[in-house]
């Protein structure tokens, strides 16, 4: 029976590609009286097929019995990766931050709004100058200080504020997290920062790019991997500048676009939007 809530479940999935994979999926869903309401798909010159599939949610008493027997149906046969999110349900999210607050504002006005698709649990940063706002939102601010000597310390305390979480998102988050946090964390991790990598590395890249005279300015959101900056790409943007951009413009111009990218990644994540198909995504 379908939920008469009108709430849905998304079904995502990845497998060898053959003929009969949505005729059978849907098969599925019909057979149990689901009615699908959105399906995305895609195939790789690799093989490979990946698909996003909304329908109906079965009653709550009914879903167990029901993936189950997809499973055993249908994923198996097919060699599927697939996970099956309510939509109705809020994904935890903990952002972390240093001092700058464009990506950090951005989100909170997402979330305060009901446009983020998750709940903002809590915001850790290694600084203190984002406290009030942050607070002035109700929502707990935990300073960590980030040194030399206390970086695995101060990890540690991170990961016991942060607590269970679906998602981590880095919003201007100046320091490297240690592969060891990443795999204690227990949940993706999400980052942001302008497109002029590789080319202009380290402190004052909006300088050292109008030196050269650039002429787009970007910004990129991936998944954070133990290899810095390397992780599966979610969203990207540039913007054209000019010879008349000085660098206070150029840096207002980055974090525009560094706010935008990084909120369709975390929305597109949090809608369950993203496969991983090896280092590269597939954003429906």
């Not at 464009?102 to 997402?110: K, N, P, Q």
């Not at 109008?210 to 990207?236: C, F, M, N, S, W």
Request: a negative charge; aromatic letters at 6%; hydrophobic letters at 45%.
């Amino acid at each position: 029976m379908i939920a008469p809530d009108g709430k849905t479940t998304r079904l995502l999935l990845a497998c060898p590609d053959r003929p009969g994979l949505i005729a059978t999926v849907s098969g599925f869903l019909a057979e149990a009286g689901l009615n699908i309401v959105d399906v995305d798909q895609h195939s790789t010159a690799a093989g490979r097929f990946f698909m996003r599939m909304v329908f109906d949610s079965p009653a709550t008493a009914e879903r167990g019995a029901l993936e189950q027997r997809f499973g055993r149906e249908v994923a198996a046969p097919f060699e599927m990766e697939h996970t099956f999110s309510e939509s109705a349900g809020r994904k935890r999210v903990a952002v972390m931050v240093s001092r700058e607050d464009h990506c950090l504002s951005d989100l909170l006005w997402r979330w305060r709004n009901d446009h983020l698709g998750g709940e903002i649990v809590c915001v850790v940063s290694n600084h203190e100058d984002l406290r009030g706002e942050v607070e002035a939102v109700g929502l707990p601010f935990h300073h960590v200080p980030v040194g030399r000597e206390s970086r695995g310390e101060a990890e540690g305390r991170a990961l016991e504020l942060i607590g269970a979480v679906d998602l981590l998102v880095l919003a201007r988050y100046m320091q490297i997290l240690s592969p060891a946090f990443l795999d204690d964390l227990g949940a993706p991790a999400i980052n942001i920062h302008h497109s002029f990598l590789p080319a202009f590395v380290g402190a004052d890249p909006y300088a050292r790019a109008h030196e050269r005279g650039v002429k787009l300015i970007g910004a990129t959101a991936h998944y954070v991997t133990a290899e810095l900056d390397a992780g599966p790409i979610i969203d990207q943007d540039v913007v054209r500048v000019g010879h008349a951009d000085e660098i206070p413009d150029l840096v207002r111009i980055g974090r525009d676009v560094e706010r935008l990218v990084l909120a369709r990644a975390v929305t597109a994540h949090l809608e369950d939007r993203v496969l991983l198909d090896g280092e590269r995504t597939v954003v429906f």
